[in-house]
């Protein structure tokens, strides 16, 4: 490949992700959709270190990682220095992180970030589990999904808890836009980012992305499971301006399928399917993936031109 | 012209006075009135600079890293626990080369919890890759902050200038605070060499493996040890310049033909030259090393300092608990391999706020000059107080 081909990509090829990784597209398609005129920041997560493995770098774009827990904050602090030296037409600020770096231990330097009313698009690669170190359990991983810190067993199906509404959160800051999207549709990714970046203020991007590994799928099933994901309701996809659903992807009816369509797919889920009493827990998957669908309204209605 | 000022107040004047782009902080007593005043000065539009108030320590220190990766020159102030939260990003900043300065307010660690002065905070964060400087008095404090930023844009090494809390802080002192016109000649404008824009796309933070991570910590501690110089060539450019006597790496206070050499850092300093003064008036051979740069560590000028002494009492107001004083084994470091060791003794004082008077100083070196041997001490111990505390800690309140 020539140095023309390599540099004419914003996050260029070679970096060392994953087969069929569901973050390397969905960042992909990110740093395409908002093109040069970016600074981005980068919690520590797979993104970082697949990227930039030292001394070569896939950015084509300025780019800064610091730690785990303060991409917003880094953003906030580039943000405000290109005001105060006048450069502020120079680039819009954009942080990138994974679902621990956001919704667990980069939780509180969100919230500032958002409370101050910065000019920067924070985008949270959900892979709902701490892909990065080896599959543990965050506070973004699914009622009842294997990871390695809430393995099955005589005493548990699997994580305890329910997925942290992390949008909901970001908008009660009085974000202007908040958005969900998938790895699953780049084209959904490429008009909402597009989008985000026309707000002036905070606006948040939660980018479901299938881990190859941490999921157990195969490396060629991420977008069809990512797909999944939405059609079965477990995954709302949906924008939010001021607080308030402006736009939902609608579930097509003859797209729209039960949850274990989707759960079966996954060896994360795998002993909901070969254990007794494992059919109660689906039921209350379903039940989870039906609530969505209601209070979203993701099913009926007319067709979204998504 | 001397004014009196607060000590926090000519602190944040000084600090105005060299133009940061960028001022964040969270606040921590007793590093408060710092930043208060500089959200006045900015708030009157006295200084042209982006104020951003952060949701922690943590943040704080994060913000003024993207901005000073971003080309701005960027400050912070914290004391204790906020330092101690920041810790990390102390790391971090140093790592990726980013000059920030940053007051630190001396402050006791928890627990027991207690808001007052000692040295433990910047101590125990020694080895972070900051520059390290310890103001005696508030005029130093405000002294030291202009040549921080110049040494930091210098080095791209950060600056911590470390004033004792509440002794500096909250002292009122007359204050020599340098006109704008001659801070501005004095000082240039920052102009990196590198930062993020998109006129020239770089690539910061990347994650070296074993491969490479050694030689560019060794990049680092190299340009620390080199970094001794330069602090000393701003210093004597700063003295042309103001009109002020400045400390480079340490200073030297009736130290010739002494016996006894006592060493400190901060405000302990001027209570020691009064009891050295008294000392010497009684014929007594006591003199005083002031340590003003803690990192890099002045090894050879310390040697040098010390060789003629008999006995050197290393008086400090923190601790590394389970050995001695910090200071001290640094400064034992020092003659490792010397053919002539002065006997080297550690004394603890002042933790936590506890009042250190000049009959302490005359104590100890009084003890010195009569026995030389080396040993720890923690002087000041009230047994009363201790034997109640032991009693709650194994019977409970």
């Known amino acids: 490949m020539s140095v023309e081909q390599v540099e004419s990509r914003v996050l260029s090829y070679g970096h060392t992700a994953c087969a069929g990784c569901g973050e390397a597209l969905a960042a992909r398609t990110v740093a395409e959709a908002a093109g040069r005129d970016v600074i981005m920041t980068n919690a520590t997560g797979c993104l970082e270190v697949f990227t930039t493995r030292y001394p070569r770098s896939s950015w084509n774009v300025p780019w800064i990682h610091s730690l785990f827990e303060n991409a917003a904050s880094v953003a906030s602090g580039i943000e405000v220095a290109l005001k105060a030296l006048g450069r502020e037409g120079e680039a819009k600020v954009i942080a990138q992180a994974g679902d621990g770096g956001t919704a667990d231990i980069g939780m509180g330097a969100l919230s500032g970030m958002l409370e101050r009313g910065h000019d920067i698009l924070y985008i949270c690669y959900d892979t709902e589990v701490y892909s990065n170190t080896g599959f543990q359990r965050s506070g973004l991983t699914p009622t009842d999904a294997l990871t390695t810190t809430s393995p099955t067993g005589k005493l548990s199906w699997g994580n305890l808890t329910r997925k942290k509404d992390l949008p909901a959160i970001v908008a009660a800051h009085g974000a202007p836009y908040v958005a969900t999207t998938s790895a699953g549709y780049p084209l959904d990714i490429d008009r909402k980012i597009k989008k985000a970046l026309t707000f002036t203020g905070p606006s948040y991007v939660q980018i479901h992305c299938p881990c190859v590994p941490g999921w157990g799928v195969e490396s060629n099933m991420g977008v069809k499971v990512a797909r999944l994901a939405i059609n079965c309701g477990l995954y709302p996809i949906f924008e939010m301006e001021d607080g308030r659903v402006v736009r939902v992807r609608k579930i097509k009816d003859d797209d729209r399928v039960p949850v274990d369509e989707y759960l079966k797919q996954q060896k994360r889920f795998a002993h909901l399917f070969k254990y007794p009493g494992g059919e109660e827990h689906i039921k209350e998957i379903q039940a989870i993936a039906d609530a969505n669908i209601e209070k979203y309204g993701l099913a009926r209605g007319p067709l979204s031109v998504d | 012209m001397k004014q009196i000022m607060e000590g926090s107040r000519a602190v944040a004047e000084t600090v105005a006075l060299c133009r940061p782009k960028v001022v964040c902080a969270y606040p921590i007593t007793p590093q408060t009135h710092i930043v208060e005043d500089l959200a006045r000065i900015i708030t009157d539009g006295r200084l042209d600079a982006g104020y951003v108030l952060a ?45 920030v300065v940053m007051t630190v307010a001396n402050r006791a660690v928890s627990a027991p919890i207690n808001i007052w002065n000692d040295q433990q905070d910047s101590m125990s964060l020694r080895d972070c890759g900051w520059i390290q400087m310890y103001a005696e008095d508030v005029q130093e404090a405000c002294d030291m902050h202009v040549q921080a930023f110049a040494v930091a844009e210098k080095l791209n090494i950060p600056v911590m200038v470390c004033m004792d809390g509440f002794i500096l802080t909250h002292a009122t002192e007359p204050v020599d605070l340098p006109d704008a016109d001659q801070v501005d000649e004095w000082l240039a404008p920052f102009k990196p060499k590198f930062y993020l824009t998109t006129s020239d796309p770089i690539t910061l933070g990347s994650m070296a493996g074993p491969d490479a991570y050694m030689e560019i910590r060794l990049l680092l501690h190299q340009a620390m040890q080199e970094a001794s110089s330069a602090i000393e060539s701003e210093a004597e450019r700063f003295e042309k310049a103001f009109e002020r006597r400045q400390g480079g790496m340490l200073d030297v206070y009736q130290a010739r033909d002494a016996d006894v050499l006592l060493v400190s850092m901060g405000s302990l300093l001027g209570t020691m030259k009064d009891a050295v003064d008294e000392l010497r008036e009684e014929g007594h051979k006591v003199g005083i090393v002031k340590v003003r740069t803690v990192r890099p560590f002045p090894r050879t000028h310390l040697h040098d300092a010390l060789s003629g002494a008999r006995a050197v009492g290393v008086i400090e107001k923190d601790i590394s608990l389970g050995l001695e004083g910090i200071l001290c084994s640094e400064i034992r470091s020092a003659f490792c391999g010397a053919a002539v060791t002065p006997n080297i003794s550690s004394f603890v004082v002042g933790l936590g706020g506890r009042d250190v008077r000049k009959e302490h100083i005359r104590e100890i070196a009084l003890g010195l000059l009569k026995d030389d041997t080396c040993r720890v001490e923690i002087p000041g111990i009230d047994h009363e107080v201790l034997w109640s505390a032991h009693e709650i800690e194994n019977e409970g309140v």
């Open chain 2, 55 to 99: 949701d922690s320590e943590f943040t704080a220190a994060s913000v003024v890293l993207g901005a000073s990766a971003t080309g701005a020159r960027a400050y912070t102030a914290t004391s204790s626990q906020g330092l101690l939260l920041m810790t990390e990003v102390m790391f971090n900043i140093a790592g990726m080369r980013l000059p």
